[in-house]
């Protein structure tokens, strides 16, 4: 029996050797706030269980909070610090684009983290002008995303309309009432688009590509993966895509069917993020988190095809990896067939001007655009009807700030009474000009002859009933 002891004091001391440190530290629960689909929380939570336990013999449970989309996460996570400012209950934050990142390193919520030189020398620092990851290490690229348009092409040719090339292809009158779109306030990567097109147009013309765009939708969706669904469905025969929804919708229907394109040079390829939230109650659970989705292991179920080994296993991702070698290496082997790094763009992002703005813009496009949107979709009609004419077409598309005003709203848009009378102001302005432009709305005849209809059968009907039910109680 002592020998067994002594024996298993040497195997637990060689053990102690063998496995690393972090493993006796590593926790065993991780909590994660997330706009990213089910497919890539089931993915990766598997793919980071199976790693954990091979690496540091430890399971480790994977908590999911869906809170909704990018913008709903950055409005939660900025509202659950401004009452505990030293940490949320949340280990880390995965997807949304990088503009709620750069604004969230700004007000210091994020826990820089550096990734060991193995991992940090394969990524690459930055694509098309835009940085990868966050020179002090807050945050991570964990993936790239491009955006553009996607179309039916069978009711293209059904309806005689043209395949797009540009954003502004989408504010052809000739399209109205068949384009689609999220509202960007609940979406990230329809955010992005609006904001690709101010920075591709400048502030004025984005303004009116936007405007008439906006003109044409047939009604804003709350996801951004919706809108593409109605566009393969043929309820609308174009609309606003980030590339992976709309791969997905080309390889499930067909690219005879379905076409995607990126307008050229007008649009970027944008990191998608990860990063560990300040106070996270499971840090080096979130180190290992982030460790893996970088590593050449993580980045496969980025880019594999489903059933590669190596790949994901029950969802197809379907998107970019940020490990340049990874192109070369899995040929034949993705389920994406261009390489980010090769492709070329004049449009210079300027990643801090969007995040700087991101809240504004959001809400100024739902003021003018889309909580006002019977208005603008009459407006517009008539316009058209009248021609196009340019003083019309300037007054209909023009903003009520310039994009230096919009810039320093930004810095007082945490004052929600601030920011609610400015939105009101947007509202009343658009108004006011859709009414000018398309007359103030029909009285609805229909509607007070139904109004008529059932007062009377109140008064033919309930009052009688009300008044014996009365006459009934007086009589006890």
Not at 92 to 115: A, H, T
Not at 428 to 437: D, G, I, M, P, V
Request: hydrophobic share 40%; aromatic share 10%; with cysteine.
């Amino acid at each position: 029996m002592e020998g067994h002891l002594r024996a298993w004091g040497h195997l637990h001391a060689l053990l102690l050797l063998i496995v690393p440190s972090v493993a006796l530290a590593l926790e065993e629960e991780l909590i994660i706030v997330s706009p990213h689909w089910e497919g890539i929380q089931r993915e990766f939570e598997r793919g980071f269980g199976e790693y954990a336990l091979r690496n540091f013999g430890k399971k480790v449970k994977v908590e999911w909070l869906d809170v909704g989309g990018t913008s709903e996460v950055l409005r939660f996570v900025k509202s659950e610090f401004s009452k505990r400012p030293e940490g949320i209950g949340i280990d880390v934050i995965f997807g949304g684009g990088i503009d709620p990142y750069i604004e969230l390193s700004r007000l210091g919520l994020l826990q820089p983290y550096r990734l060991p030189d193995s991992l940090l020398s394969r990524i690459a620092p930055e694509i098309g002008g835009i940085p990868i990851y966050d020179p002090k290490y807050r945050w991570y690229g964990a993936t790239l995303a491009g955006f553009g348009i996607i179309y039916n092409r069978a009711v293209l040719k059904l309806l005689g309309l043209p395949e797009p090339k540009t954003w502004e292809d989408l504010g052809d009158p000739s399209l109205f009432s068949w384009v689609g779109s999220a509202d960007p306030r609940s979406s990230g990567s329809v955010h992005m688009a609006y904001e690709i097109i101010l920075q591709a147009y400048g502030w004025r013309k984005g303004w009116e590509v936007i405007t008439r765009m906006g003109g044409n939708v047939r009604a804003f969706t709350r996801g951004a993966n919706e809108s593409v669904k109605d566009v393969a469905a043929g309820e609308v025969a174009y609309g606003l895509a980030i590339d992976f929804y709309a791969w997905a919708q080309v390889n499930r229907i067909g690219p005879d069917k379905i076409g995607y394109v990126m307008p050229e040079g007008l649009t970027v390829v944008n990191p998608d993020a990860v990063a560990i939230l300040k106070g996270a109650p499971h840090p080096e659970a979130a180190r290992r988190f982030l460790e893996f989705v970088m590593s050449e292991e993580g980045q496969r179920l980025w880019m594999c095809r489903k059933g590669v080994p190596g790949g994901p296993r029950e969802y197809q991702l379907g998107r970019f990896s940020v490990l340049p070698d990874l192109y070369g290496k899995l040929k034949g082997l993705t389920a994406v067939s261009a390489n980010p790094f090769s492709m070329g763009s004049s449009l210079e992002y300027d990643a801090d001007k969007g995040s700087e703005r991101w809240r504004v813009l959001n809400d100024m496009v739902g003021a003018l655009i889309i909580d006002v949107h019977v208005d603008l979709v009459r407006a517009w009609r008539a316009v058209i009807g009248r021609g196009l004419r340019e003083e019309e077409v300037e007054l209909l598309c023009r903003p009520p700030v310039s994009e230096e005003e919009a810039l320093r709203l930004a810095d007082r848009w945490d004052d929600p009474e601030f920011r609610n009378e400015r939105i009101a102001e947007w509202r009343t302005f658009a108004r006011k000009k859709y009414e000018k432009l398309g007359g103030r709305p029909e009285p609805d005849r229909w509607g007070r002859i139904a109004t008529v209809l059932a007062l009377g059968m109140w008064v033919a009907f309930v009052l009688p009933y009300m008044q014996r039910s009365f006459k009934r109680r007086r009589l006890r």
